[in-house]
C-alpha cells in the first residue's frame, strides 16, 4: 500500500543506542533534515503509543534506521522497518556500531548503507545529502526532464487571434523580471519605526504573520502554527524551524517573541556547515531576564556576553527583535519591547574578514519552554547610522 509522503524522515532505533540516536538527530538537523523521533512527540507506554508510531511512518518521506547488535535483535526496529516497506518507504540504513554480521539484518544486507563507525562527520554528510536528494532539494527538475514533451499544433487563425495578448504578456513579464533582477520589485509594508534610529532607507522585502499552518516559507522541523503564532516547545536536544531563503548584506530580520518562564531559546542567522571551519553563527540567547550574544566561529564558541542597555526582559510579554548584516562583517543585534522602545538591548560587532560578503539563513531553536514568534519581516536598507 503506497502513502503520500511529508518531508520528515522517522528514526528506528534501539534504546540501547539512544545517546548516539540524540547526537545524529542534532547533528542532521543542523544540516536541515526534518526528523520524526518517537520519544519527543509521544508518551512512552500509553495506548496511542504503537498507533501513532504507524500513522508517523506513513506519513515520513522515509525511514532511518541505525544499525547496531542491538538493532539488529529488536523486535520493534524490525516491525519499524517491515511497515515501512508495506507503505512503500524508502529505507537509509546506517551503521553506527558492531560489525556488518552482527549490526545489519539479512533484509536490509542488499541496501546501501551508510557508515558512522570510521569517518562520523563525512558519514552525516552523505546521509543527509542522500536524504535531500531524496526529498527531491537537490534534483528538483529530474522529474520535469523526464516527463515527455508532446508537440503542440496551433492553427494560423489561432496564431493571429492571441498575437497580440501574447506579445502585451509578454512585455509586461520582461518588465517585472526586470524589476526583481534589479532588486525594485518590494512590498510597500511599513517598517517598525524603530530601525530608522540604526538603518537608513529601510524596505520591507518580505512578511509573514504566520495565517497559514502549514508554514509556507518555513522548515518547521519541530515547530507548530497555529492562531497567527509559530510555536517552538523546547527540547534537551534543541528544537529547530528554519526560514526558507538567505540573507546578504544590507539586508535583516525582525520578528516578535515571547516566552515562557523557565525557557531558554535562540534566534540567530548561521553560514555553513555546523562543526566545520568555515561555520559562522550571529545572534542571540534568550531566557530569564536577559539576553546573550550567540557566535561562533569555526568549532569556537564565542558567545555568552550580555547584550547591552536598559531593558529587562520578562517571560510573557512581547518583545521585538531585529538582527542586520551591515557591509565588510558588521552585525547588529537589537532587542526593544514595541509598547516602550526606549528601553532597548544592543549588540554591535565587526567581526573579520571572514564575515564578510557571505549568505546566512535563519534558525530559531528551543531548549527549555516555549518561544512563540509572530511578525517575521525580511528587511533591506542602504547603510547603518
Known amino acids: 500500500m503506497s502513502t503520500s509522503s511529508g518531508r520528515h524522515f522517522f528514526i528506528s532505533y534501539s534504546r540501547t543506542d539512544t545517546a548516539q540516536k540524540q ?30 508510531i504507524e500513522r508517523a511512518i506513513r506519513g515520513a518521506a522515509g525511514i532511518i534506521v541505525l544499525l ?36 545489519i539484518p539479512l533484509r536490509l544486507s542488499n541496501h546501501q548503507w551508510v557508515d558512522l563507525r570510521k569517518n562520523y562527520n563525512n558519514g552525516l554528510d552523505e546521509l543527509a545529502d ?33 498575437a497580440l495578448p501574447g506579445l502585451s504578456v509578454l512585455i509586461g513579464l520582461v518588465f517585472v523580471a526586470g524589476l526583481i533582477i534589479s532588486g525594485s ?11 530608522s534610529q540604526y538603518l537608513n532607507d529601510v524596505q520591507v522585502l518580505n512578511i509573514d504573520t504566520f495565517d497559514d499552518p502549514l508554514g509556507s516559507g518555513w522548515d518547521l522541523y519541530a515547530g507548530t502554527i497555529e ?10 536536544d534543541w528544537n529547530f524551524v528554519s526560514r526558507n531563503g538567505e540573507f546578504g548584506e544590507n539586508q535583516g530580520v525582525v520578528i516578535d517573541f515571547n516566552y515562557s518562564t523557565d525557557s531558554l531559546s535562540e534566534i540567530f542567522l548561521e ?57 565588510d562583517g558588521e552585525f547588529l543585534e537589537v532587542i526593544w519591547e514595541p509598547s516602550n522602545s526606549s528601553e532597548t538591548l544592543i549588540y554591535r560587532e565587526q567581526f573579520d574578514e571572514t564575515w564578510a ?10 531548549n527549555q519552554g516555549t518561544i512563540q514568534i509572530d511578525n517575521f519581516n525580511k528587511i533591506r536598507f542602504s547603510s547603518a547610522k
Open 23 to 52: 547526537n545524529i538527530i542534532k547533528q542532521l538537523r543542523a544540516r536541515g533534515i526534518h526528523l520524526w523521533v518517537d520519544i519527543e512527540n509521544l508518551v512512552p507506554g500509553t495506548p496511542a503509543w504503537e498507533r501513532e
Open 68 to 103: 547496531s547488535p542491538e538493532s539488529n535483535n529488536s523486535e520493534w526496529v524490525r516491525r519499524e522497518i517491515s511497515f515501512a516497506e508495506q507503505n512503500d518507504k524508502y529505507v537509509f540504513p546506517v551503521l553506527i556500531r558492531g560489525d556488518e554480521d552482527d549490526s
Open 130 to 162: 542522500a536524504l535531500k536528494d531524496h526529498l527531491g532539494i537537490t534534483a528538483v527538475s529530474k522529474e520535469i526532464e523526464q516527463k515527455e514533451r508532446k508537440p503542440v499544433k496551433i492553427m494560423q487563425e489561432d496564431l493571429k487571434k492571441f
Open 185 to 195: 520589485f518590494i512590498r510597500n509594508d511599513t517598517a517598525p519605526d524603530q530601525l
Open 227 to 236: 492562531n497567527g503564532v509559530l510555536e517552538i516547545i523546547g527540547n534537551e
Open 271 to 327: 553560514h555553513g556547515t555546523w562543526d566545520t571551519d568555515g561555520y559562522r553563527r550571529f545572534g542571540v540567547y534568550i531566557g530569564g531576564d536577559h539576553a546573550e550574544l550567540n557566535k561562533y566561529a569555526g568549532k569556537n564558541d564565542q558567545g555568552g556576553a550580555n547584550l547591552s542597555g536598559n531593558l529587562t526582559l520578562e517571560p510573557g510579554r512581547t518583545y521585538s527583535l531585529l538582527i542586520a548584516i551591515l557591509p
Open 357 to 366: 560578503g557571505l549568505t546566512w539563513t535563519l534558525w530559531i531553536g528551543g
